[in-house]
């Protein structure tokens, strides 16, 4: 959910920083032709139009989050990585940054995900309050009822 939220804002200021870098200089490439001077611009355009393809292509972690977290948290670090040589540094910072929390959260995520699974196989139930008590416990914590297993009545 957060790291869904960090995405979302990388998308927004990637789309955005790599649009205001690339109209500002797109006019700075037509001023410096009508002066009668090169094109010098044209490369550094094409990786902002990268910059804003790949902000872009953050969503598709969001959707890749519901089926593969690890795969989801990858995306998310290569579009942060071309958001950042896309916007020429300069304009692929900020929109990175989010991308690279949203890829660490998802990571995160998926940790701790994997460790509450680790830890339901690890408990049994109580059969006198139904509480979860550690696996191979003797008394109940909960409700101070000794634990007999079946095998030993
Ligand atoms: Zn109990």
């Not at 998802?106 to 701790?112: L, P, S």
């Not at 339901?120 to 109580?126: A, I, T, Y």
Request: hydrophobic share 45%.
């Amino acid at each position: 959910m957060k790291s869904g939220v960090y995405a979302i804002i990388g998308i927004l200021t990637g789309v955005t920083l790599c649009s205001i870098g690339f109209a500002l200089i797109g006019v700075i490439a037509v001023i410096s032709i009508s002066l009668g001077g090169e094109s010098s611009g044209n490369s550094s355009l094409t990786f902002l139009g990268i910059g804003v393809l790949a902000s872009l292509l953050g969503s598709l972690g969001i959707v890749l989050e519901r089926y593969d977290k690890k795969i989801a948290a990858l995306q998310y670090v290569i579009c942060g990585i071309f958001v950042f040589t896309g916007g020429l540094l300069v304009f692929g910072v900020l929109p990175a940054i989010f991308f690279f929390l949203a890829g660490y959260g998802v990571y995160k995520d998926e940790k701790e995900e994997k460790q509450i699974i680790t830890d339901q196989k690890l408990m049994v139930q109580c059969p006198y309050c139904k509480s979860h008590v550690p696996n191979g416990a003797v008394k109940c914590k909960f409700c101070g009822e000794w634990i007999v297993k079946k095998e030993e009545k």
